[in-house]
């Protein structure tokens, strides 16, 4: 989906093959540094340019490389549930993109040697190939997998998306349990949305039986369905919605140090070649002084980064337009005219119900929820004793 407001130049940088091809010149050319230049002080510094460039350009490669891989996304931020499967293209993406990430630097190394012209040639002809897998396959797959057509959901409900009946009125979804519609009434809407499937769409795993639960018990995606689905965090009154996964916490240690690891290095080869070597009395001083304070910057960062990249946030509760959620007591989605009031004690927060009280410990993000139902959704809140 090409992104509004950007000129043609921007729209053209951001092409995931041209980021591809700058992400191997940028790689590739420490190789031929390595080879050309003899001045220590210039390889160094021109390195670090190199460096930062080739950081930038592979994460924004690779975030364009994740979002192609996930379902199509239709019109009006509707979230594709189904749609045409594309196994095979996400495997060989994937395989595209690790011979990518292991050829590069080999071919990388082997200009430095150098190496003979038997060694270069194979490692570039499969950088090359799996730098054109990784970059057209994902986004051709998406779009052809769009131009099938499928179902999709959003707040306005249930959407048939670039098919026969894609100019019907989407299909809305009760907003609470109250609002029921008999079995009946939804045993025809679903084999309606299945009869609207084209030739080779299916439902994504889960999405079935998520959308017939909302049409029972009104559109409240759990937080299962949200993350299984990519549905917008914002649509689940759940607040573990917006916690990163396992997964995105493990990866963002590993980035985090990735970089510590990298900037740690390029410290060490900075130090021993100006210092220990002896070459600031050669005059190369400046180079100290211009890129000296990024090892010692940038580790601490990137490490208290990583530290907290794992760790994971408690909500107790949650607040939204829909109610207050409870999650430490696991009652769920509690509607506001079932809450008498809110009070603050040295003790913790009590949440009045009309069936009784729930009580949680003072946690700071559980009393910003308070505070919230109070200035945004007009729920009483009382303070009865200072709460730090």
Request: aromatic share 8%; net charge positive; with cysteine.
């Amino acid at each position: 989906m090409t992104p509004r407001g950007l000129t043609a130049d921007e729209r053209f940088y951001r092409w995931p093959p041209v980021k591809g091809v700058l992400s191997v010149a940028l790689l590739l050319g420490a190789g031929f540094l390595a080879r050309e230049i003899d001045d220590l002080t210039l390889v160094l510094a021109v390195e670090c340019v190199l460096l930062v460039g080739a950081v930038y350009v592979w994460a924004t490669t690779l975030s364009g490389f994740v979002r192609d891989l996930r379902p199509p996304v239709g019109p009006g931020r509707v979230i594709t549930v189904a749609s045409r499967p594309r196994r095979a293209a996400i495997a060989l993406s994937w395989t595209g993109l690790v011979l990518t990430a292991l050829a590069m630097p080999a071919a990388g190394a082997a200009l430095a040697g150098p190496a003979p012209a038997s060694v270069i040639a194979p490692l570039l002809a499969v950088a090359l190939s799996g730098l054109g897998v990784a970059t057209a396959f994902p986004g051709l797959s998406r779009r052809r997998s769009a131009q099938a057509g499928g179902i999709g959901v959003s707040t306005r409900g249930v959407h048939g998306l670039f098919v026969e009946h894609h100019h019907a009125a989407a299909l809305a979804l009760p907003a609470r349990a109250e609002e029921r519609r008999s079995e009946q009434e939804i045993a025809r809407q679903l084999e309606r949305l299945d009869a609207s499937l084209g030739p080779g769409v299916h439902w994504h795993p889960g999405a079935r039986e998520a959308v017939t639960r909302w049409m029972v018990d009104g559109f409240l995606p759990s937080v299962e369905e949200t993350r299984t689905l990519h549905l917008d965090p914002a649509w689940s009154p759940d607040p573990r919605s917006h916690e990163p996964t396992r997964v995105q916490r493990w990866s963002r240690f590993a980035i985090n140090v990735w970089a510590a690891a990298v900037v740690a290095g390029f410290g060490a080869i900075l130090y021993g070649a100006l210092i220990q070597e002896g070459t600031l009395r050669d005059g190369n001083w400046f180079v100290l002084v211009v890129f000296g304070w990024m090892p010692v910057v940038g580790v601490p960062i990137f490490v208290v980064q990583a530290v907290r990249a794992v760790r994971r946030v408690r909500h107790d509760a949650g607040v939204s337009a829909k109610g207050w959620f409870d999650v430490l007591h696991g009652r769920g989605l509690i509607p506001f005219d079932q809450i008498t009031g809110l009070r603050a004690t040295a003790d913790g927060l009590d949440v009045r119900l009309l069936t009784g009280t729930l009580t949680y410990p003072p946690r700071e993000d559980t009393l910003a929820c308070a505070r919230r139902a109070s200035r945004t959704y007009g729920v009483d809140y009382e303070r009865r004793h200072p709460v730090a």
